[in-house]
Antibody, heavy 120, light 111 residues
């Protein structure tokens, strides 16, 4: 069965960076995009960006452009999302998920989420 | 402000039918990009409920249905059950922003 397993919770100070991993299993990793979506406490879903696991092409939300980098390691079927220059309003649960973009099939499988807390 | 507009909340009694609207524009829903719907139970990751405007993934009850017309889409839930109490989000793609966009979410309360 398809599974996306994310790394554990993180606590970071303002200005630091965080890197979250997402290990995929149960499907051919290179055949699907990976999206990253975050959810601040009590708020809605915010799309951050996606990467093609086939060729590494990326697309980022304009709001986060320059602070976020998404990569993949096809040898281990793992995706990574790094956020730099963290601020308090980056405190959120970060999800990786399969699919995205203008796909007609939606984002069909989600990781369990990783809580990132930014606090001094 | 979300690019896709949803009502903050809806409610209904068990057994009733409720609908949740998702209003976009000519650069997303109106541009014929597919609309997808997600259900998020308290404290859990979102789950794909409807994809491609009106298709249900395997395992999703047929009480859930989606439709799209012009620059809007709707999610309908019939035979409301207590377990349907959750947050619901619509999602599409916006060609002006070149971004995936979500609605602000709708909290469904089963009375």
């Amino acid at each position: 069965q398809v599974q996306l397993v994310q790394s554990g919770a993180e606590v970071k100070k303002p200005g630091a960076s965080v890197k979250v991993s997402c290990k995929a299993s149960g499907y051919t990793f290179s055949s699907y995009d990976i999206s990253w979506v975050r959810q601040a406490p009590g708020q809605g879903l915010e799309w951050m960006g996606w990467i093609s696991a086939y060729n590494g092409n990326t697309n980022y939300a304009q709001k986060l452009q320059g602070r976020v980098t998404v990569t993949t390691d096809t040898s281990t079927s793992t995706a990574y999302m790094e956020v730099r220059s963290l601020r308090s309003d980056d405190t959120a649960v970060y999800y990786c998920a399969r699919g995205g973009g203008s796909s007609s099939t939606g984002i069909d499988y989600w990781g369990q989420g990783t809580l990132v807390t930014v606090s001094s | 402000q979300s690019v896709l507009t949803q009502p903050p909340s809806v409610s209904g009694a068990p057994g009733q039918r409720v609908t949740i609207s998702c209003t976009g524009s000519s650069s997303n829903i109106g541009a014929r990009y597919a609309v997808h719907w997600y259900q998020q139970l308290q404290g859990t990751a979102p789950k794909l409920l409807i994809y491609g405007n009106s298709n249900r993934p395997s395992g999703v009850p047929d009480r859930f249905s989606g439709s799209k017309s012009g620059t809007s889409a709707s999610l309908a839930i019939t035979g409301l059950q207590a377990e349907d109490e959750a947050d619901y989000y619509c999602q599409s793609y916006d060609s002006s922003l070149s971004e995936v966009v979500f609605g602000g979410g709708t909290k469904l309360t089963v009375l």
